[in-house]
């Protein structure tokens, strides 16, 4: 399965914005289902970006429970730099005519400078 940054985006918020532990089928939609949520938020966990309190699974391998606690401390510095919608697609659009696909961190540099772009050229700069 391939990484989905938009996903990861909208499960970081989705989470944030929880007022509690979240079921990953809470996440699950017609664009993204419930797979594809759970391929996420464990791929998420395992790098330190939200913390699971259960993941239960049966023998065939599907997923009978999967519940996010929280976000870690580095999953709100990433969702920090990618949170406002002009500057995440800025930063897809500028991700997309120059590399393709890349790291998270890259991710959260890129943002971060086009963040700083756009404050400049707010500023008249």
């Known amino acids: 399965m391939k990484r989905d940054l938009d996903l990861v985006r909208s499960i970081l918020i989705y989470v944030e914005n929880a007022d509690d532990e979240v079921d990953a089928d809470d996440m699950a939609t017609e664009r993204w289902p419930i797979e594809t949520v759970a391929y996420h938020v464990r791929l998420m966990a395992r790098h330190g970006l939200l913390d699971v309190s259960q993941d239960f699974r049966d023998m065939n391998g ?20 990618i949170r406002e919608s002009k500057v995440w697609e800025r930063v897809k659009r500028t991700l997309a005519d120059t590399v393709g696909s890349t790291t998270l961190d890259v991710v959260r540099q890129t943002a971060s400078m086009v963040a700083l772009a756009m404050v400049r050229e707010g500023l008249g700069m």
């Open 62 to 81: 599907s997923t009978i429970e999967l519940t996010v606690a929280g976000i870690t401390w580095d999953g709100q510095d990433y969702l920090d730099s």
